[in-house]
T-cell receptor, first 113, second 116 residues
């Protein structure tokens, strides 16, 4: 069965520092992988996605993620965090050939000045 | 592109009344829409998958008579919380998928339901 694990419930980084949010998945084949961001009281916005090809994907707002098949990971990174990046981040796995998507528990990012 | 509008954004109702939430894809045709429920500081819980012109598929544990879903057109799905009770208070979010969009879900802004 598909599953997504985000080991960190919350992370605090200083503004300007680099960021890495961890995501591990369980799936029998190569899945579709996503990162979404949710601001308080809002819906989710797609940051980036991986379907196939280059394992390093670029997204919006300066985010990138790297798919590592050997580690079943899809970690999200940003070289320099801005205060506006404070939000909840969800990693998600979608089955190829179907539409159902499984979301991780989320990681809340706090940014300190 | 790919904008999903959800209405209302916030609703307060009395216990025992029904509430309808609308989810519209504004600039694309959504073959599939999803309804999620989100509890405070938790992830999204999929309630049901809605396909245009057919009955919704509910996840285990979700009462279909309680949460009525109608996907009448390729741009509109509605969730009706019938005979709402305080325990139904939550944040409800819809999402929509374009045809051939490979699972990319576009989300509405969510509806905060408070049942008094």
């Amino acid at each position: 069965a598909q599953s997504v694990t985000q080991p960190d419930i919350h992370i605090t980084v200083s503004e300007g520092a680099s960021l890495e949010l961890r995501c591990n998945y369980s799936y029998g084949a190569t899945p579709y992988l996503f990162w979404y961001v949710q601001s308080p009281g809002q819906g989710l916005q797609l940051l980036l996605k991986y379907f196939s090809g280059d394992t390093l994907v670029q997204g919006i707002k300066g985010f990138e993620a790297e798919f590592k098949r050997s580690q079943s990971s899809f970690n999200l990174r940003k070289p320099s965090v801005h205060w506006s990046d404070a939000a909840e981040y969800f990693c998600a796995v979608g089955a190829t050939g179907g539409f159902k998507t499984i979301f991780g528990a989320g990681t809340r990012l706090f940014v300190k000045a | 592109g790919a904008v999903v509008s959800q209405h209302p954004s916030w609703v307060i109702c009395k216990s025992g009344t029904s509430v309808k939430i609308e989810c519209r894809s504004l600039d694309f045709q959504a073959t599939t829409m999803f309804w999620y429920r989100q509890f405070p500081k938790q992830s999204l819980m999929l309630m049901a998958t809605s396909n245009e012109g057919s009955k919704a598929t509910y996840e285990q544990g979700v009462e279909k008579d309680k949460f009525l879903i109608n996907h009448a057109s390729l741009t509109l799905s509605t969730l009706t919380v019938t005979s709402a009770h305080p325990e139904d208070s939550s944040f409800y979010i819809c999402s929509a998928i374009q045809a051939d969009a490979k699972n990319i879900q576009y989300f509405g802004a969510g509806t905060r339901l408070s049942v008094l």
